[in-house]
């Protein structure tokens, strides 16, 4: 049984806890550097990238009066380079681009992927596409798209597990992975399956 922390700073992380949760594992809430060292990987939540980046600014500087003695970012950086799985899922997957077009918005930056963020257009046209994902079996997979990027360009050490609208909408480097849709809203779990076998 692995221990999956997901970062809760901001947007839909009690839905990834409920998922780990039913598929037998432990989750627990992110919100501080310490926290991380009784983790074997991470979810980054789908949310508002900007507002996380801010947050996560904010709640480093209080470090101070803790025993957190990295910003959160950081700590998290240093552990996937320590091979820590990460799984960013829509503004998780921004937060994990190493490149947001035209954006200087703070991130971990460490996935050799390029972003487009809202690239699917408002709120309003969020949609769920059916989309055949080889690596997931089968039967499609539903993918929720809400105010979502799209990966334009990829390293060479990526591998495009998902092509969509000229772009790509999965993909995995080394130990983290990413998703531009929201497998968290669904009820379909291969995705979080998918990562769990990564850990
Ligand atoms: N558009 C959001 C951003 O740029 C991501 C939306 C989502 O996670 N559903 O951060």
Redesign the pocket.
């Known amino acids: 049984m692995s221990t999956i922390g997901v970062l809760a700073l901001q ?1 839909d992380f009690r839905e990834h806890i409920q998922k780990i949760t039913d598929l037998g594992h432990t989750a627990i809430e992110i919100r501080r550097t310490s926290e991380i060292d009784s983790i074997d990987g991470l979810i980054i939540p ?5 507002t996380v980046a801010r947050l996560e600014k904010v709640t480093s500087e209080l470090k101070t009066t803790t025993s957190d003695s990295l910003p959160l970012f950081d700590a998290v950086k240093l552990a996937i380079r320590n091979g820590m799985p990460v799984w960013g ?3 998780g997957s ?1 937060i994990l681009a190493k490149d947001i077009e035209g954006s200087t918005q703070g991130r971990i930056g460490l996935m050799d992927i390029s972003v487009r ?2 690239a699917f257009g408002p709120q309003r046209v969020s949609s769920q596409i059916d989309l055949n994902i080889e690596a997931l079996g089968i039967q499609s997979y539903p993918c929720i798209f ?4 799209l990966f334009i360009q990829a390293g060479k050490d990526v591998e495009v597990i998902c092509e969509y609208k000229g772009g790509f909408v999965m993909a995995a480097e080394k130990k983290m992975l990413a998703t531009a849709f ?1 497998p968290e809203l669904t009820n379909d779990l291969r995705v979080h399956k998918y990562f769990l076998e990564m850990i």
């Open positions: 947007g789908g949310g508002e990238s900007t899922t829509c503004m921004i963020r809202n809400i105010r979502a990027p929201h």
